[in-house]
């Protein structure tokens, strides 16, 4: 394949992180909007965010497999053509249970989107440092998003209303789709893992229960947030015997004997829920409780936006010449100074010095994306990219859902704005010590000794055979 057709691939692949990324940052703003024309309470403008991104978790490591098993290509296609297909849905819901049933519609179609756009971009770029510069691009296109969502979502919410913030996702999903038929190069795994039933179903189970429990246990009682912990763990646990007695898990346990692996999974998990945290709270704040349109809300996220716009491609030309963890450090540093600056911010604050602090969090946020995605899949046999990529964005999803319900969850007690800037100050303190697992599992995971064990895992992953692939 030639560079200019490699970088024709690759754009088609961003084009389904713009859709699927500018839905969840269209979606925010319009939050204040949304919940009064439908009576919605806190949780369930919580549930309008959780029921995409838990949908989205729970499903992308089956759509990986499945995409590596049947062909990438036709599976990107199929997701493009339900999440397009179910933003419409979205668009017509008459009440917050449709708008929420036709959210996981729309996650089951973008499942199939961004982990099969990150195998197809890992089976594309085969050099190292090509592969980290293109991820770095990819990786910049959440800045994209992080910009236009919510300026666009902000304008289409004051002048139309909300339900048109889901149709900007119609033309860019057919042109994706009409691209993809037309330039997009087929390709399988020459093994890939069957569907796991019993693994996808704890994964749901336990995902569930836990971002039930965090969301709905406030009220429902502490008796009600135990019993859904204790069935979160339990499924924990069962899923971890059953992938590893499994030939074929939906899971490879292996994955985490890689030690930039697992830190690369943990780290998505913590700087996404920072994220998660972050839109759902100035949401809020800013528009419910400084009284500010969405569109001015909308437009005092763009230090965010561009901030991360800028500095993803410039972070993964880092990763490529230098290694994860100079970015990875800076990440760390950087959520955890903006969580402390915001956990001090009143209803007074100055709005210049507010959007400063956007703008350290943005930066944080900038060096964090490209080297978590890139570690995830160097080192693994490019024969199951699919899954590898799969269980990155897992944790990316599983980490905003996480932020979205505890931050939700702490600020739901508020009932007056004179309580919401203290219960804001908690949310926030918890953000700053997102930044601090950021910092301290990069520089455990990034070291010599780290290195050793992803070389390792990548050698007893090509070695090992699995039962029943030749069948396949």
Known sequence: MTRRRRILVLLICCMSLLIVSLDNTIVNVALPSLGHDLRAPVSGLQWTVDAYTLTLASLLMLSGSTADRVGRRRTFQTGLVVFTSASLLCSLAPSLGWLVVARIVQAVGG?????????IITNTFTDRRER???????????GVSMALGPVVGGLLTDVVGWRSIFWINVPIGLLALFLTWRYVPESKAP???RIDPVGQVLVIVMLGTLTYGIIEGPGAGAAVSATCFGVAAAALAALVVAELRRPEPLIDMRFFRSAP????AVMGVAGFAGLGAFLFLNTLYLQSHRGLSALTAGLCTLPVAVTTTIVGPLSGRLVGARGPRVPLVAAGVCLTAAGALLSQVTLSTPLPLLLGIYLVFGLGFGLLNP????????GMPVAQAGVAAAVASTSRQVGQSLGVAIAGSVVSSAGANSAFVPAAHAAFRVNALYGVIVFSVALATTGHW????AERT???LSERPRVGLSQG
Do not use: K
């Not at 510069?133 to 959440?142: D, K, L, N, P, Y």
């Not at 080297?371 to 160097?378: E, G, K, L, Y």
């Open 191 to 193: 093994s890939a893992r």
């Open 261 to 264: 692996f697992s830190g690369a």
């Open 371 to 378: 080297p978590i995605t890139n570690t995830a899949v160097s």
């Open 111 to 119: 499942s199939m989107l961004n982990p099969v756009a990150m195998s």
């Open 458 to 460: 990548a050698a007893r």
């Open 450 to 453: 780290a290195r050793r064990t």
């Open 132 to 142: 980290a510069q293109a991820i770095g691009v990819w990786a910049g296109v959440i």
